[in-house]
């Protein structure tokens, strides 16, 4: 439809009043429903269609017409360029009122008015999103607190699901953009508090113990408005939760170890497609990222007799498990690495660092004793040889959380990671942790010692230390050569190096006493210096 006879009737020019500016509204949506890329030659006339909408959405008129012009508004909306005349204090006023982001403690009552406030808030979100000066007026018109009162009236509401649904994404959208909101949402309105009950309602929680809800295995899976809302309030609460790993109070633990209770129950729900539930536990992840790692003991519960789940050590470990078969389908995935598996990769190094019956659960998934050395610990198709792989990948990043990942499994020891890995894989993670010359790392660990199979035990002899794996005896090759000729070898090795170094291509490096690297010449040095030191106190 011409953009100008649009333009016309909202303006009152084409006479036939509010019916006919309904009309030519829905067909104007109807053909722009999928439009995101608009002509800039009409960018004025779409600027003044904006105005005129609004000037008729101040105006009472009938609840089709208002939702007619809202939908206009926000498909307008995708453009940056048209919301200068827009963003003004009273246009979004208008749309607050219409949102019903109000003070009034009214509730929502009329069914016939829940299209129009979606509507108003699906064009808050477009408006705010892709304007700075509405993000400012956000503050000033203190819209998250009006968010956090609408979300209140939708308790225990039928048929609100989408208006929580877009109050929840324009909370997300507000604490993204403007950390004076963020700020505002977690110190002065509850924030953490009010999108916590937010998501156990969406997830319509029931609590057995406290911080143990109950696992019902013939539930069916979530709706899709319910996994919408509930993606939208952990992706709020992961903004608001930020920089949350110190817990000061009494009252911070409970509330983070009671959001890990609703992350666990989270965790073990699904979503009606395959892809909706890994988006679901992919938020879960990030948030559980957030809490702080002392309260994520109740990710793991007693294990009663009649449950069938996953046990260990008496331990219900099924949203463990979970969270393990998530990390390897990131993995098996092959790409995005860093956004995708490196959240997981550190929430579940940080759960095995603290928490004794997680690390030897996942230890004995991930690092089972070894029997087959025959292969390189990259080769094969276990997890454990995509981590190790992962151990050399180009993402500096993502090869450092993996390497870690194995170091605590191994109780950072040095020669259960060498054992599992081969020292060339880890030989980065060593070199930055200054333990190439062996020991173990700064966190302390029980004392329960690893025990070797009778095949690894076998094994362990003719194993290439470098490499990892079972390597058939090489027959020597200086063995027939006589002195001078191993002489004269060792030499001509000598002055390759030398003339490498001299011109810069490489630079030999030793490994000091405290394990870390050195330039050859510091690091001979100081073996000298300690060596010298040690006789002189003899």
Known sequence: MELGAVLEAVEGRGGGGPEAVERVLARYNEENRTVFRFDPADEDKRKKLCEGILNILEKDTKTSC????????????R???????VTTKRNMQILMRLAK?????DPLERVSEFPVIVEALKCLCNIIFNSAVAQKLSLELNLAAMLCNLLEKCKDQEFVDDIKCFDLRLLFLLSLLHTDIRSQLRQELQGVQVLTQALESSLSVRWTEEYRAAEDRDRPPLSLQETDCAIEALKALFNVTLDSWNVHSKNESHQFRYMAAILRHCLLTTAPTEDKTEELHSNAVNLLSNVPVSCLDVLISPSSQEETDIKYNGMNMGAIQILLDFMEKRIDKGSSYREGLTPVLSLLTECCRTHRNIRKFIKAQVLPPLRDVSN???VGTTVRNKLVRLMTHVDLGVKQIAAEFLFVLCKERVDSLLKYTGYGNAAGLLAARGLLAGGRGDH???????????EYKSAKPNINLITGHLEEPMPNPMDEMTEEQKEYEAMKLVNMFDKLSRDELIKPMGVRPDGT???LEEAVSQYHTNKQDSSDSD
């Open 66 to 77: 208002q939702v007619a012009c809202l939908e206009a508004l926000r498909i307008l909306s």
């Open 79 to 85: 453009d940056k360029k048209v919301l200068v005349p």
């Open 101 to 105: 982001l109000d003070i009034v403690e």
């Open 376 to 378: 390189r610990p990259e």
């Open 444 to 454: 302390w660990y029980s004392d329960d010692e690893d025990t070797d199979t009778e």
């Open 517 to 519: 690297m050195a330039p």
